[in-house]
């Protein structure tokens, strides 16, 4: 009983470490945007993404030095999926999110390198193709960067002050998230659930929890570009980087039967937002509500199984 109470106050403890960090860190990153010119989908598609990302990239690499090749492969293929299900579909209740030609263009980026991916699992990732897929993270960057700069604001505080507050953000997120993803995986354990369940549901949540707690804060705050490139980039990072590096560190090989139906969702999800972001430019509350339920349904295919 004792262990229980101490793991969930671990979650708890966590969960509020998070929430004020990523409040922290959207604030900051927006003024630093505004300051130097950069485009919030900018900053939402590199900064925010790759930072909040950070705890996917901490668990997989980890777990490929463990030779835990199901969490490795299940917590990048869960935090994809509960990124656009979960995430985009909490924030879209905050406030329609209106899509640009900007933003379907790197949706385009994000399914195809989804799609790529996905075969690669099935087929199993050797140390080669994480590599291409590491570069691939490079090329996307060094895109992004090219781009031409916005008209620059006069910023009250220094941009120096600005980035070291965004450090500590960033700080309080990824301890928050270990945190909880710490006492939310114990629970998990202590009811003798497969290492997978807990990647694909319990571990991807945690590590996605600073991409909605930074979406949700800036979906609030009116930053919607941020809110959406944020998790266009995090799944595009997660993709590229954190499955490159974590291949590359061991290949990885397909041994669950199960994980072709996570792809399956992991995919679905991808163009069923490409769709929208092209059909509709915008995503509101109807949108939100359906991606919402597939994400439910997603997680009853886990609970089934």
Same mark, same amino acid.
């Given at each position: 009983?004792?262990?229980?109470?101490?793991?969930?106050?671990f979650?708890v403890?966590g969960?509020?470490?998070?929430?004020?960090?990523?409040?922290?860190?959207?604030?900051?990153?927006?003024?630093?945007?505004?300051?130097?010119?950069?485009?919030?989908?900018?900053?939402?598609l590199?900064?925010?993404?790759?930072?909040t990302?950070?705890?996917?990239?901490?668990?997989?690499?980890?777990?490929?030095?463990?030779?835990?090749?199901?969490?490795?492969?299940?917590?990048?293929?869960?935090?994809?999926?509960? +990124?656009?299900?979960?995430?985009?579909?909490?924030?879209?209740?905050?406030?329609?999110?209106?899509?640009?030609?900007?933003?379907?263009?790197q949706?385009?980026?994000?399914?195809?390198i989804?799609?790529?991916?996905?075969?690669?699992i099935?087929?199993?990732?050797?140390?080669?193709?994480?590599?291409?897929?590491?570069l691939?993270?490079?090329?996307?960057?060094?895109?992004?960067?090219?781009?031409?700069?916005?008209?620059?604001?006069?910023?009250?505080?220094r941009?120096?002050?600005?980035?070291?507050?965004?450090s500590?953000?960033?700080?309080?997120?990824?301890?928050?998230?270990?945190?909880?993803?710490?006492?939310?995986?114990?629970i998990?354990?202590?009811l003798?659930?497969?290492?997978?369940? /807990?990647?694909?549901?319990?571990?991807?949540i945690?590590?996605?929890?600073?991409?909605?707690?930074?979406?949700?804060?800036a979906?609030m705050?009116?930053?919607?570009?941020?809110?959406?490139g944020?998790?266009?980039?995090s +799944?595009?990072? +997660?993709l590229?980087?954190?499955?490159?590096?974590?291949?590359?560190?061991?290949?990885?090989?397909?041994?669950n039967?199960?994980?072709?139906?996570?792809?399956l969702f992991?995919?679905?999800?991808?163009?069923?937002?490409?769709?929208?972001?092209?059909?509709?430019?915008?995503?509101s509350?109807?949108?939100?509500? /359906?991606?919402?339920?597939?994400?439910?349904?997603?997680?009853?295919?886990?609970?089934?199984?």
């Amino acid at each position: 009983m004792y262990q229980f109470m101490f793991n969930v106050a671990f979650f708890v403890l966590g969960l509020v470490v998070l929430l004020y960090g990523a409040s922290m860190f959207t604030s900051n990153a927006s003024r630093i945007a505004k300051a130097l010119g950069v485009s919030e989908l900018v900053i939402g598609l590199t900064l925010v993404a790759f930072s909040t990302s950070l705890p996917e990239l901490a668990v997989s690499v980890t777990a490929s030095f463990a030779g835990s090749a199901e969490i490795a492969i299940g917590n990048v293929i869960g935090s994809n999926i509960s +990124n656009i299900g979960l995430i985009l579909g909490i924030s879209a209740f905050l406030g329609p999110i209106a899509i640009s030609k900007s933003e379907f263009s790197q949706g385009i980026t994000m399914l195809l390198i989804t799609a790529a991916s996905a075969l690669l699992i099935l087929g199993g990732v050797t140390r080669l193709e994480g590599l291409f897929l590491f570069l691939f993270i490079i090329i996307f960057l060094i895109n992004l960067l090219k781009k031409g700069p916005e008209e620059k604001i006069r910023e009250t505080q220094r941009v120096g002050t600005r980035l070291l507050l965004l450090s500590v953000g960033v700080a309080g997120v990824i301890a928050g998230s270990r945190l909880l993803v710490f006492g939310a995986t114990n629970i998990a354990r202590s009811l003798n659930v497969s290492e997978l369940f /807990i990647a694909v549901t319990i571990v991807a949540i945690g590590t996605s929890l600073p991409e909605l707690a930074t979406s949700a804060t800036a979906a609030m705050k009116g930053l919607k570009k941020m809110a959406i490139g944020n998790i266009i980039g995090s +799944n595009v990072f +997660n993709l590229a980087a954190v499955l490159g590096v974590s291949s590359m560190v061991r290949p990885i090989m397909l041994t669950n039967f199960s994980i072709p139906i996570d792809l399956l969702f992991m995919v679905g999800l991808s163009a069923i937002l490409l769709i929208y972001m092209r059909s509709e430019r915008k995503l509101s509350i109807r949108e939100g509500t /359906i991606l919402l339920f597939l994400y439910a349904l997603f997680l009853a295919s886990q609970v089934l199984r």
